[in-house]
């Protein structure tokens, strides 16, 4: 939010408009301070436009800062979607094993532990699942523990971060997609599942 009051005091300065985008979700907002949430009225009352990635964001926004509905403007995220073809490759984890994905941010947000406990319990049912957790986070190494907790380690990948090609190729070794999240403003990561 510093951002966008930094951005408001130079438009003012140089008599220039400020657009202010916004991405957060109930959830990020409930975790604001109140000084965090001080500086983001400042900025959005004061910027000329406010774009929000979808429509419970911009709710979100008229509703929690008073912002005028007319000034908020929904434009929601892609991706592109390339007409060139994943070349087919044979992925090892897959010979006898299904795969099923996470891939995001490891936060609370996301429900990387709602997968955790998704996986135990499936595991129960065929052991020759394997689980794939691709991402970074704060929650990263208590995931890891959590697996081991579980007694499911073994079963679970994590991958780290990954970028640009990688992803495509974790999206495509994968034979399910989960998205877990427990509040999303609108995830990239079903739109990149389905490329």
């Known amino acids: 939010f510093t951002a966008g009051v930094f951005a408001v005091i ?3 300065l140089y008599k220039i408009p400020v657009v202010i ?3 957060w979700s109930g959830f ?3 975790k604001l301070t109140l000084f965090d949430r001080i500086m983001a009225r400042f900025a959005m009352k004061r910027a000329q436009k406010i774009i929000a990635v979808s429509n419970f964001t911009k709710n ?3 509703d929690h800062y008073g912002i005028d509905p007319k000034k908020v403007h929904v434009v929601h995220n892609a991706i592109e979607f390339n007409q060139n073809k994943f070349p087919s490759e044979d992925f090892g984890i ?8 996470f891939l995001g941010r490891i936060t609370l947000q996301k429900g990387p532990d709602y997968f955790l406990y998704a996986a135990k319990r499936v595991l129960e049912i ?9 991402g970074s986070g704060d929650m990263a190494a208590s995931m890891i523990e959590k697996a081991a907790e579980l007694n499911i380690a073994d079963k679970v990948l994590f991958t780290g971060f990954l970028r640009g090609p990688d992803i495509d190729r974790a999206y495509q070794m994968a034979d399910l997609y989960v998205m877990p999240s427990v509040s999303e403003p609108f995830g990239l990561t079903p739109l990149e599942a389905m490329r």
């Open 21 to 23: 985008s916004e991405h």
């Open 94 to 101: 897959r010979q006898n094993n299904k795969v099923v994905l």
């Open 28 to 30: 990020q907002l409930r």
């Open 10 to 12: 130079l438009g003012r």
């Open 126 to 134: 065929d052991p020759e699942v394997r689980f794939v957790i691709a």
């Open 60 to 62: 979100k926004i008229i």
